[in-house]
Nanobody, 115 residues
Framework: QVQLVESEGGLVQAGGSLRLSCAAS????????VGWYRQAPGTRRELVAR???????NYADSVRGRFTISRDNAKNTVYLQMNSLKTEDTAVYFC?????????WGQGTQVTVSS
């Protein structure tokens, strides 16, 4: 059974940092594009960052320069380092694995940035 499990969300103050983790099981992790998405209440889920099997990254304009996505294929884990957090970053963050003919999602982890 495929599972993606996010962790390390929480409450932080604006300007602070947080590092999210997502551990995958049941898939050949290294064969997947993996990424982070977020969804705030009343909004559509949006791409935050993604990283290819080879390490090529893409970021949403709103987070570029503040967030860093990385992956450790040996640990089947993708990370999102979030710095200089803003209240606008408050959302449920989901990890995602996208391969040929299959897309998987984690359950989401809440990130709340307070002022």
């Amino acid at each position: 059974q495929v599972q993606l499990v996010e962790s390390e969300g929480g409450l932080v103050q604006a300007g602070g940092s947080l590092r999210l983790s997502c551990a995958a099981s049941g898939i050949t992790f290294g064969a997947y594009y993996v990424g982070w998405y977020r969804q705030a209440p009343g909004t559509r889920r949006e791409l935050v960052a993604r990283i290819s099997s080879g390490g090529t990254t893409n970021y949403a304009d709103s987070v570029r320069g503040r967030f860093t996505i990385s992956r450790d294929n040996a640990k089947n884990t993708v990370y999102l380092q979030m710095n200089s957090l803003k209240t606008e970053d408050t959302a449920v963050y989901f990890c995602n694995a996208d391969g040929v003919g299959a897309v998987y999602w984690g359950q989401g982890t809440q990130v709340t940035v307070s002022s």
